[in-house]
């Protein structure tokens, strides 16, 4: 077995093949490191290298990066042998006519587009704005996005693309002016962070706004950020991280398994295993990937040669690696990361975690639900928010005010006011211009819909008497007023924050 990859996984690969010492396996197969170092060229120079040698490689387990992992498959598909990596997540991977032998232990990154829509219509938001950095791969990811989006009837206002972080200086203003309140960030940690810091420039966070964060984005992310030449320090960053939400493959998971050597096998015991290899605490999640890609790939070769190990050893290539293939798509291997189940374009039935950065736990990312990517369901396991924040702002034209004015006579009119809404803080002022209509007794605040809204003070100003009738309001929506007598003026409604 040939292995070209990243430092990061090294020491679940390493974890793993201590592990299978005992197997038969250890004396017919031998494990052969090589690091790519994230250069594509490398890693294909790796394999030839090897082939040159006249050496049978019956799979290889790796990249991380996906530039790796691709051109490992256009070499490796030309011999038929199985790949398996432990992270790549470029969507381009899920060609089976470019990669038929690749098999990865994550999702696609495309996959993760099922967990926003699936957000999205959780949450009853259909108006959005979407953030994309100006790379290809992000590019893809928001095709297959907004395909999505306009499947599920949720309307994409706008999508800024951004090549680097100056640009934010703009794009942040712009989606302040058109009132943006959900917003998809499809980047790296280095654009959402500078996404973040403008944000709070602005005052554009806090319960109104909503931002979704790709799993690149750390659980930790402003604990492991760099914020030197920043405009924003780490606790304004934090600020507008407040609340934000992430969607993430689930690292491992938090119970024991079988280990197909010695036993019963405890995940606590395995992570103090690579800890002490790893001599630091990073990577982790990458560790447990390539612990199962090897554990996946060695247990399957090892099934076969028990059936028939002379075919294996001297058969066919191309046929030993369509059925090395077709065993590991078929493999029922339960570890590290849970059971491996692979879908038909060798993407990683995972479970995905979805957190939220909270300030009371120093800003990292507390998991809150699950997104099932088997059955498409998504699962809380407790409130989000106290008060789910609107997509948009409530329209003015569906409030109207009651006046019940004396002898019983009442009169409703709409307010009509273009700019100003209902929205928890403001204070909103609405012209009403009618005949005189006697003493007002009572005032209802009316609304199409089923929001209600906290009336906190109300004034009537009349510019012909120039007198004021001020009341503090402690009910929803009925309220008494003294008589008063009004021509023309104002209603000023304050808004509890």
Same mark, same amino acid.
């Given at each position: 077995m040939a292995s070209s990859d990243s430092q990061s996984v090294y020491h679940g690969y390493r974890t793993a093949i201590d592990l299978l010492k005992e197997s038969e396996l250890s004396n017919l197969i031998n494990f052969e490191f090589r690091f790519d170092r994230g250069n594509e060229g490398l890693a294909v120079k790796h394999i030839v290298d090897i082939l040159k040698e006249n050496q049978r490689i019956f799979a290889v387990v790796g990249s991380t990066k996906s530039a790796c992992s691709m051109a490992l498959g256009q070499l490796l598909k030309h011999y038929s042998i199985p790949q398996v990596s432990p992270n790549s997540a470029s969507p381009l991977l899920s060609d089976r006519e470019e990669y038929p032998f690749f098999l990865r232990m994550t999702n696609s990154a495309l996959e993760r587009n099922s967990v926003r829509i699936a957000l999205l219509k959780y949450f009853g938001w259909k108006k959005i704005f979407v953030v994309t950095q100006g790379i290809e791969f992000f590019y893809d990811i928001y095709e297959d996005f907004n395909e999505?989006?306009?499947?599920?009837?949720?309307? $994409?206002?706008?999508?800024?693309?951004?090549?680097?972080?100056?640009?934010?200086?703009?794009?942040?203003?712009?989606?302040?002016?058109?009132?943006?309140?959900?917003?998809?960030?499809?980047? &790296?940690?280095?654009?959402?962070?500078?996404?973040?810091?403008?944000? &709070?420039?602005?005052?554009?966070?806090?319960?109104?706004?909503?931002?979704?964060?790709?799993?690149?984005?750390?659980?930790?992310?402003?604990?492991?950020?760099?914020?030197?030449?920043?405009?924003?320090?780490?606790?304004?960053?934090?600020?507008?991280?407040?609340?934000?939400?992430?969607?993430?493959?689930?690292?491992?998971?938090?119970?024991?398994?079988?280990?197909?050597?010695?036993?019963?096998?405890?995940?606590?015991?395995?992570?103090?295993?690579?800890?002490?290899? @790893?001599?630091?605490?990073? *990577?982790?999640?990458?560790?447990?990937?390539?612990?199962?890609?090897?554990?996946?790939?060695?247990?399957?070769?090892?099934?076969?040669?028990?059936?028939?190990?002379?075919?294996?050893?001297?058969?066919?290539?191309?046929?030993?690696?369509? @059925?090395?293939?077709?065993?590991?798509?078929?493999?029922? &291997?339960?570890?590290?990361?849970?059971?491996?189940?692979?879908?038909?374009?060798?993407?990683?039935?995972?479970?995905?975690?979805?957190?939220?950065?909270?300030?009371?736990?120093?800003?990292?990312?507390?998991?809150?639900?699950?997104?099932?990517?088997?059955?498409?369901?998504?699962?809380?396991?407790?409130?989000?928010?106290?008060?789910?924040?609107?997509?948009?702002?409530?329209?003015?034209?569906?409030?109207?005010?009651?006046?019940?004015?004396?002898?019983?006579?009442?009169? @409703?009119?709409?307010?009509?006011?273009?700019?100003?809404?209902?929205?928890? *803080?403001?204070?909103?002022?609405?012209?009403?211009?009618?005949?005189? $209509?006697?003493?007002?007794?009572?005032a209802k605040l009316c609304k199409n819909g089923s929001d209600t809204w906290h009336v906190e003070r109300v004034e009537l100003r009349s510019y012909t008497l120039d007198n004021i009738s001020q009341l503090i309001i402690t009910e929803v929506y009925d309220f008494p007023l003294k008589r008063f007598s009004i021509k023309s003026g104002c209603i000023i409604l304050h808004i509890l924050g």
């Open positions: 999505k989006a306009i499947n599920n009837n949720i309307s $994409i206002i706008e999508n800024y693309i951004v090549h680097d972080s100056k640009e934010l200086k703009t794009v942040v203003p712009a989606l302040l002016e058109r009132d943006a309140r959900i917003m998809i960030v499809l980047s &790296y940690s280095s654009i959402a962070r500078s996404l973040l810091c403008q944000a &709070y420039i602005h005052g554009m966070y806090g319960e109104k706004y909503v931002v979704i964060l790709p799993s690149n984005v750390n659980r930790n992310f402003v604990s492991l950020s760099s914020f030197e030449n920043h405009e924003c320090t780490r606790e304004e960053t934090g600020e507008a991280l407040e609340g934000s939400l992430r969607e993430a493959a689930l690292g491992y998971r938090m119970q024991a398994f079988i280990h197909p050597y010695n036993g019963n096998y405890d995940v606590d015991e395995l992570l103090q295993v690579i800890y002490k290899q @790893m001599n630091r605490s990073i *990577g982790i999640s990458y560790a447990g990937n390539g612990f199962d890609a090897i554990m996946t790939t060695v247990l399957t070769i090892e099934e076969i040669i028990k059936k028939n190990s002379s075919y294996l050893l001297n058969g066919d290539t191309s046929e030993v690696g369509e @059925m090395l293939l077709n065993a590991l798509q078929a493999s029922k &291997y339960e570890g590290f990361l849970g059971k491996i189940v692979f879908d038909n374009q060798g993407n990683l039935k995972r479970l995905i975690s979805i957190q939220q950065f909270r300030k009371s736990i120093g800003y990292n990312a507390y998991q809150l639900g699950i997104f099932d990517a088997v059955d498409d369901k998504l699962l809380f396991t407790e409130p989000v928010y106290n008060e789910i924040p609107k997509d948009e702002r409530i329209k003015v034209k569906d409030v109207t005010i009651k006046y019940t004015a004396w002898a019983g006579r009442s009169i @409703m009119f709409t307010l009509d006011n273009p700019v100003d809404d209902f929205e928890k *803080g403001n204070t909103d002022t609405f012209w009403h211009r009618e005949k005189i $209509i006697g003493y007002i007794e009572n």
